[in-house]
């Protein structure tokens, strides 16, 4: 019964070490081929300021917040915790 517990302990260690390590070890963080590797500029320049503007000008509108979408929750919430509670109540009259 105690070596299938080490082993056991065994396996999760050994799990939880290549989950940590592994996908860090696979390969550098920032290769030559890596889509993260961006040079940051100091200072923007105007065609950067300008292609910034234009992608804040084509933005689609924020949408409102939905309260309708709220107050159902809400409702449906204080819902079940009614039925909790007439159930829990139902079930301490029936128990005595």
């Avoid at 039925?83 to 005595?96: F, G, I, N, R």
């Amino acid at each position: 019964m105690q070596s299938n517990s080490r082993l056991k302990w065994i396996i999760v260690t050994l799990f939880a070490g290549a989950m940590l390590n592994g996908p860090l070890t696979a390969s550098p963080l920032l290769a030559e081929d890596d889509s993260l590797n961006v040079e940051i500029p100091d200072e923007f320049s105007a065609e950067s300021v300008d292609q910034q503007l234009k992608q804040i000008e084509n933005a689609p509108p924020i949408q409102p917040f939905p309260w309708g979408v709220v107050v159902v929750l809400a409702i449906v919430g204080l819902f079940i915790i009614v039925l909790l509670v007439w159930l829990l109540v139902s079930k301490y009259k029936h128990s005595d």
